[in-house]
C-alpha cells in the first residue's frame, strides 16, 4: 500500500507527540526521585545520658589509737600510797617513779563523709585494769573527751571532766545526735585518761581496750 506524503505527516507528527509526553514523564519521576534522595540526607540529633551516684559513708577512726605510761612504780619508801597518771599534760605525781609523763592520749577522727553520733566503753574497768585494794585511793580509771580542732563535735562533747569508765557496750554517748564533724579542719575530738594506781597493785603488764563507734 503506498502511504502518501499526508499520512506519512500525520504519523511523524504522532511520533513527536509521544515522544515529548514521554520525556515530561521522565523529567518529572526524576525530579521526585531527588526530592527524595535529598530528604534523606538531613542531619538527625541524638542524646547520650552520663550518670554517677556519689554515696555517703559513716567512718571514724584513732588517728592516735595508743597511750602507753612505760614502766614504773609506787615510791612506797619516800611514804607515798599511790601514784596518778594522766595524758592532760598534767605531771604524774609524786609517788610515781619510772612512769612517762605524757601530754596527748587518744585522736578520734571523722574520716566519712557525713557527720556522726559517737559511744565509747572500755572492756575493763578500774579493778580489771589496775587491780589493788582500796588503799591510796584504790584503783581508778577515768576519762574526758575534748576538742581536738574547735566544733569538731558541733555541741554535746562529754564528758568534760574526767569520769569513770562505761564498760558496757555500745557505751556512753561522747558526741550526740550526729553532731560529729566530718569537716577535714574540724573532725577530731580528744580522750584524756587519768588512771591512779594504789600501791597495793599486783605487778605484771596492765591493759585496757577503748571501743569507739559511729552511727
Known amino acids: 500500500m503506498e502511504i502518501t506524503n499526508k499520512t506519512l505527516g500525520l504519523l511523524l507528527v504522532a511520533a513527536v507527540t509521544i515522544s515529548l509526553f514521554g520525556t515530561i514523564i521522565s523529567i518529572n519521576r526524576m525530579n521526585r526521585i531527588m526530592e527524595m534522595s535529598s530528604l534523606s540526607g538531613y542531619a538527625t540529633t541524638a542524646q547520650g545520658n552520663v550518670s554517677v551516684y556519689v ?4 567512718s571514724i577512726r584513732f588517728a592516735i589509737d595508743y597511750v602507753d605510761w612505760g614502766t614504773g612504780y609506787v615510791n ?3 611514804g607515798y600510797v599511790n601514784c596518778t597518771l594522766r595524758t592532760d599534760g598534767t605531771p604524774n605525781s609524786a609517788g610515781c617513779v619510772g612512769f612517762n609523763e605524757l601530754n596527748q592520749g587518744f585522736v578520734l577522727e571523722n574520716d566519712g563523709t557525713t557527720t556522726a553520733t559517737v559511744q565509747l566503753y572500755s572492756n575493763a574497768n578500774a579493778s580489771q585494769f589496775i587491780g589493788g585494794t582500796s588503799d591510796g585511793g584504790g584503783p581508778q580509771f577515768m576519762y574526758k573527751v575534748s576538742q581536738n580542732e ?7 562533747l562529754t564528758p568534760t571532766s574526767f569520769t569513770d569508765v562505761n564498760t558496757t557496750s555500745p557505751g556512753t554517748t561522747i558526741c550526740p545526735s550526729s553532731n560529729f564533724n566530718f569537716t577535714d579542719s574540724a573532725d577530731s575530738i580528744k580522750i584524756d585518761l587519768y ?8 605487778p605484771g603488764q596492765k591493759l585496757a581496750v577503748l571501743t569507739a563507734t559511729a552511727s
Open 150 to 156: 574547735s566544733n569538731s563535735c558541733i555541741s554535746g
Open 55 to 58: 554515696n555517703t559513708s559513716t
Open 195 to 202: 588512771v591512779n594506781i594504789p600501791y597495793t597493785v599486783p
Open 76 to 78: 612506797t619508801t619516800g
